[in-house]
């Protein structure tokens, strides 16, 4: 069986095919970002704006030492998340009353419609992560929530 390669990049450096044509695998290189509704820059993965996506979404996160991100949920939306070096603190409910450590190594799985804030505390180490979403668009489910940041310290 012959291999095939990937399509000659666009007039933007992309490698995604036609956007029309569900059946074309498509590349999407690495380094260009985007701001979050959340507070937090991420790096352009694989969603419905770059990839033409229907199911899902997936996202490489870095969380600056001493950053986090608003208080936010994802409607009808669930989210899977892989730390790869570093370590965050959450706290997610109703009142963002439950609080957890995700470090290196760890998975997390947020559910659909979940309260929660995410935040480095470490002064000098950032924390990365793989975020995966059943929403194959890369804002649209984001519902910011600022009246629950009362209840986060710092």
């Not at 986090?68 to 989210?79: I, K, P, Q």
Request: aromatic share 6%; hydrophobic share 35%; proline share 9%.
């Amino acid at each position: 069986m012959k291999p095939v390669e990937a399509p000659e990049p666009d007039k933007n450096g992309r490698r995604s095919g036609n956007t029309m044509d569900p059946a074309i695998c498509r590349v999407v290189p690495a380094g260009e970002t985007y701001a979050g509704k959340q507070g937090l820059n991420y790096f352009t993965g694989i969603s419905a704006q770059s990839a033409g996506a229907h199911s899902l979404c997936l996202h490489l996160l870095t969380i600056p030492p001493g950053g986090r991100a608003h208080a936010h949920l994802h409607e009808s939306h669930e989210t899977a998340i892989y730390v790869i070096s570093g370590e965050s603190e959450m706290w997610y409910g109703e009142r963002l009353q439950h609080h957890l450590i995700v470090r290196a190594g760890d998975f997390l799985y947020i559910p659909a419609g979940v309260a929660h804030l995410p935040a480095n505390s470490s002064p000098t180490e950032p924390c990365t992560a793989v975020i995966a979403r059943t929403d194959p668009n890369e804002q649209e489910s984001v519902v910011l929530l600022p009246e629950l940041e009362q209840y986060v310290p710092g």
